[in-house]
């Protein structure tokens, strides 16, 4: 079975710093991973995602994650911090055999970006 | 403009009293699937429908029921609801084949009395 575990449910940093958010996950089988974000009082929304072609993903608003088999991570990274980055995010796993749209969501990180 | 529609947004019942939170979207997608959201615990697949008149138990059914009648719409139903199901609900919807990006709903915060 999948599972998925995030470090940290609250990260702060300051504006234009690093972001870095962290996901593990488990899988027996090669998974999909997925990044998503939460904005207050609002739904989901896809941030990127990985399906077994380039470890290293790109994806909207500036962020990017490197997916590592060795590692079995899955972070998430943005150069710099922005004020309207401030928001719950949610790392995911499915895979092929499960049914890809069926998504284990980890319980949340949420970014505070300090001015 | 494509969307995934819930209502009602917010509901406050009480323990025991039918109700049945409804989900459209308009993507023509076949995938469809509900969501609790509790804090700590991330959100928690409860059911899902792969298409018309199919639909399958997620990781916390107990409590539930849904249908899928027609290809847009997947209203998900409390019969008799608890204090414990108190949360907040969202809905997405996908293309069935792939790996697809899930489509969100704004979500609807449930509270059981």
């Known amino acids: 079975a999948q599972s998925v575990t995030q470090l940290g449910s609250h990260v702060s940093v300051s504006e234009g710093a690093l972001v870095l958010l962290r996901c593990n996950y488990s899988s027996s089988v090669p998974p999909y991973l997925f990044w998503y974000v939460q904005y207050p009082n609002q739904g989901l929304q896809l941030l990127l995602k990985?399906?077994?072609?380039?470890?290293l993903v790109k994806g909207i608003n500036g962020f990017e994650a490197e997916f590592k088999k060795s590692e079995t991570s899955f972070h998430l990274t943005k150069p710099s911090a922005h004020m309207s980055d401030a928001a719950e995010y949610f790392c995911?796993?499915?895979?092929?055999?499960?049914?890809?749209?069926?998504?284990?969501f980890g319980t949340g990180t949420r970014l505070t970006v300090i001015p | 403009e494509a969307q995934v529609t819930q209502n009602p947004r917010y509901l406050i019942t009480v323990t025991g009293k039918k109700l049945t939170v409804t989900c459209s979207q308009n993507?023509?997608?076949?995938?469809m699937s509900w969501y609790r959201q509790d804090p700590g615990l991330g959100l928690r697949q409860i059911y899902y429908s792969m298409n018309v008149e199919v639909t399958d138990k997620g990781d916390v059914p107990e409590g539930y029921k849904v249908s899928r009648k027609e290809k847009r719409n997947f209203p998900l139903i409390l019969e008799s609801p608890s204090p414990n199901q108190t949360s907040l609900y969202f809905c997405?919807?996908?293309?069935?084949?792939?790996?697809?990006?899930?489509?969100f709903g704004p979500g609807t915060r449930l509270t059981v009395t």
């Open positions: 990985y399906t077994s072609a380039a470890t």
């Open positions: 997405a919807s996908s293309l069935s084949q792939g790996v697809n990006e899930q489509y």
């Open positions: 993507m023509n997608h076949e995938y």
């Open positions: 995911a796993v499915s895979d092929e055999w499960t049914g890809a749209n069926n998504l284990f």
